[in-house]
């Protein structure tokens, strides 16, 4: 299996642009027969085999071995490669290239095609492709950009003039910036305050009568007409 394979004609995208088709083929990211595929997927073996006779005539997946099930050849299919890239010429370029800027977006999107064709010219048969890729964010200013930009073509030419002579391999730098889409990650909760030894615990107060309570009020000397030293004095009328 190939990790990539870059589709240029438009019979091959329009084998594999289809949900049913592109359900199928994540099947066979491992050798399968078209009756597992079938089971996997709820389907009749029938309907699948049509999916993959189709996938196969496009070149998107292989047959990798027979098997004979109860007199029958069985097929045992897998998926041509991990990822299918859509070549940008299926479609063409509507207009004419402009002359672009550097610092354009139009212009990155014209490096980012030229680097998705060379990486799918390479030849994967080779015992060797040497290759880098690297990525990370940075955050400028708008007051350093022009900075950083003077920065990161000194840097540049320094790597273009140190190894640009005609000796050795010939490898193909492409250096891209662009405004990161991502979302900041959510701030982080301030951690919880330290934890001491539980407090006491107050005891609850004692229940006052139920407002059910039909009892009468207490009439002894604790009640609240009550004089010091002598009885209780009369209330007016």
């Known amino acids: ?5 870059y589709l240029e004609e438009i019979e091959q995208a329009e084998a594999l642009l289809k949900p049913q088709r592109v359900e199928v083929l994540r099947q066979l990211a491992e050798p399968r027969t078209c009756s597992e595929v079938a089971e996997r997927l709820g389907q009749t073996p029938q309907r699948v085999y049509y999916h993959v006779k ?4 496009a070149g998107l997946v292989d047959l990798v071995s ?6 029958i050849h069985e097929g045992i299919y897998q998926a041509g490669a991990r990822s299918y890239w859509l070549s940008p010429r299926l479609v063409g370029r509507i207009g004419l290239r402009k002359a672009r800027d550097e610092l354009s977006l139009g212009y990155l999107l014209d490096l980012m095609e030229e680097v998705q064709s060379d990486i799918a010219a390479l030849d994967r048969s080779a015992p060797e492709l040497p290759s880098i890729g690297l990525s990370g964010e940075i955050r400028v200013r708008p007051e350093e950009r022009q900075e950083f930009l003077n920065d990161l073509q000194t ?11 005609a000796e050795g391999d010939a490898f193909k730098l492409a250096v891209a910036c662009y405004p990161n889409a991502a979302p900041d990650p959510p701030a982080t909760a301030d951690p919880p305050a330290a934890s001491g030894p539980p407090a006491p615990s107050t005891p609850p107060a004692p229940a006052g009568p139920s407002s059910t309570d039909a009892s009468p009020a207490p009439t002894d000397e604790t009640g609240p007409h009550r004089r010091p030293g002598g009885g209780n004095r009369p209330q007016p009328a």
């Open 66 to 71: 027979e098997r004979k099930v109860r007199g």
């Open 155 to 165: 840097m540049l030419q320094g790597l273009f003039t140190r190894y640009g002579g």
């Open 1 to 5: 299996m190939r990790d990539v394979l």
């Open 54 to 57: 189709r996938l196969v005539e």
